[in-house]
């Protein structure tokens, strides 16, 4: 009988319970493991009594939580920005985003960036990012167009890797530029915020936006902007921002005051990865401090599998495709299951 794993009844964790047996879980994007840290969920529950379950205005409205504000101001300084946006969603958060900005000038995708950024249909865009990098500086320094949208991802999270966006100091200074990049896997692990930015220097013709759901490494349910102080009036401005309600306050109680927490697991994250690596191979891909490993075999899913071990795989990029196989780590690992896990990558 074939077990179904689309069916699970528990919060998901370094281990799930199946029909009586026990599997170890490497998959997912909980790379802090906060859904499972105890401390943050107390916190989580502290701001549940404080502020209810849920709140369904909208941020205009004349009766405000003030803890919006001050998460938004938290954020900013923790993530290297002027100012900052909560949504209820990373998607929100991204269509937000890229629906206001977009008429300011013209729009160029970078390669295979997320849904959450399209404006309509997907971009058609297979070039690798370091052919894209060229190709869009060669178009803009040529262009008699003044202003550009540039659209991308902070990282590949699926084939990983960390993208570089240094190529735009070479932009010529009287072109306008607007970088909207969405750290989504990034934030809270490696890239922090404007942090997706490190290589790039601020310049005053290159107008930087950071989108991301909080729902992966940070554990909360909401999506944040962050960028200058102008760009968020504007964001604050639009329609959408105005129409829809906001995240659980007690969810951004537990962000403001989970820093510690952060850092701890962040910490715990990076040791989990170091021992990992120790034990990997050279056919395996991944990025110094990201917790992705993705290796070229479409049988290693299955093979796991008969070792109650389970792993991120799913064909791609089409239904039809074989299946990408990629090892999750997560804070919630401990030492004993990355043992028991690099024994049966070794069998």
């Given at each position: 009988m074939k077990l179904n794993f689309k069916s699970i009844d528990q919060p998901f964790s370094n281990q799930i319970n199946i029909e009586r047996n026990t599997y170890l879980y490497f998959g997912g994007t909980a790379y802090l493991g906060i859904p499972k840290n105890q401390d943050f969920i107390n916190?989580?529950?502290?701001?549940?009594?404080?502020?209810?379950l849920n709140n369904g205005t909208s941020r205009t409205n004349n009766i405000q939580l003030g803890i919006y504000?001050?998460?938004?101001?938290?954020?900013?300084?923790?993530y290297g920005a002027e100012a900052a946006l909560l949504t209820s969603s990373g998607y929100l958060a991204a269509q937000l985003t890229v629906k206001s900005l977009s008429t300011w000038g013209s729009v160029i995708y970078?390669?295979?960036?997320?849904?959450?950024?399209?404006?309509?249909?997907?971009?058609?865009n297979?070039?690798?990012?370091?052919?894209?990098?060229?190709?869009?500086l060669n178009l803009i320094n040529a262009s008699v167009e003044k202003t550009w949208i540039l659209i991308s991802n902070s990282m590949n999270n699926l084939f990983p890797e960390i993208y570089d966006f240094n190529f735009l100091t070479e932009v010529l200074p009287e072109k306008e530029i607007i970088l909207i990049v969405d750290d989504s896997h990034g934030i809270g692990v490696n890239n922090n915020g404007l942090?997706?930015?490190?290589?790039?220097?601020?310049?005053a013709n290159i107008e930087r936006v950071v989108v991301a759901s909080m729902a992966k490494a940070l554990g909360v349910d909401a999506g944040l902007v962050l960028g200058s102080g102008a760009v968020i009036a504007k964001l604050k401005s639009s329609n959408m921002f105005v129409g829809a309600s906001p995240p659980s306050a007690a969810g951004l109680f537990a962000?403001?005051?989970?820093?510690?927490?952060?850092?701890?697991?962040?910490?715990?994250?990076?040791?989990?990865?170091?021992?990992?690596?120790?034990?990997?191979?050279?056919?395996?891909?991944?990025e110094p401090g990201f917790p992705?490993?993705?290796?070229?075999?479409?049988?290693?899913?299955?093979?796991?599998?008969?070792?109650?071990?389970?792993?991120?795989?799913?064909?791609?990029?089409k239904p039809e495709s074989e299946p990408i196989n990629r090892i999750i780590l997560s804070s919630w690992h401990e030492k004993e299951d990355i043992h028991n896990l690099t024994k049966a990558l070794n069998f």
């Open positions: 916190l989580y529950i502290e701001g549940i009594k404080k502020f209810g504000d001050e998460a938004e101001k938290v954020a900013a300084e923790r970078a390669p295979a960036t997320h849904p959450a950024l399209w404006l309509s249909d997907q971009p058609a297979q070039h690798t990012f370091n052919d894209w990098k060229k190709e869009t942090g997706a930015f490190i290589n790039l220097k601020a310049k962000f403001i005051h989970a820093e510690k927490i952060y850092h701890n697991a962040w910490t715990r994250l990076q040791e989990n990865i170091k021992l990992l690596t120790a034990n990997l191979n050279n056919k395996w891909a991944f992705a490993f993705l290796v070229q075999d479409s049988t290693l899913a299955d093979r796991l599998l008969k070792e109650n071990i389970l792993i991120s795989s799913f064909p791609y990029p």
